[in-house]
């Protein structure tokens, strides 16, 4: 029989394990585009091409505190991942490891901020300070849905928050 300093240790190193591994949060990413769009994302990095109806999830590790998606369009890239897009563009790579360059529509987040006290909330909106490049809603599971479908973008000064740990889901041309 194991005595209690061994059993101790195994539990804190799969306790440590679990932690290691848990997301910060889930984005679900969709095209509701009649076109092809090419979100990316950082700082955690990645890129694809979604055609019309394709899904892109991004699992951001714990420890991430801030970042962006936004869709890139007009994009031709070679089998190496190089290539160049019309609009969004990061120095012309498929897996941005860098912010886009204008104009691109923004969602925006930080992950497990402080509201006050012990109770933690993940802030996100949606900007156009970087210009508009193609409508896009941005929602949490337990918050409001922003939505920018042209460059006036009404809702692009609202900061909303849910609790820490939820689930977003990003749609391009909702």
């Not at 909330?121 to 970087?130: P, W």
């Amino acid at each position: 029989m194991a005595s209690p300093a061994t059993s101790s240790a195994v539990l804190l190193v799969v306790v440590l394990v679990a932690a290691g591994t848990a997301n910060a949060a889930i984005f679900t990413i969709t095209n509701q585009c009649p076109y092809t769009v090419w979100p990316a994302a950082t700082p955690v990095g990645g890129g694809v091409q979604l055609n019309p109806g394709d899904t892109w999830t991004i699992d951001v590790p714990a420890g991430t505190s801030s970042g962006r998606v936004w869709g890139r369009t007009g994009c031709s890239f070679n089998g190496a991942g190089t290539g160049s897009c019309a609009t969004g563009d990061c120095a012309g790579a498929l897996s941005c490891t860098l912010s886009g360059q204008k104009p691109l529509t923004l969602a925006e987040f930080t992950l497990a901020g402080s509201a006050g006290g012990s109770q933690q909330l993940d802030f996100y909106d949606v900007s156009v300070i970087d210009g508009f490049n193609v409508g896009m809603s941005f929602s949490c599971s337990s918050g409001e849905t922003l939505t920018c479908r042209d460059s006036c973008c009404p809702d692009n000064t609202k900061l909303r928050h849910c609790n820490a740990n939820s689930n977003y889901q990003v749609l391009f041309c909702p």
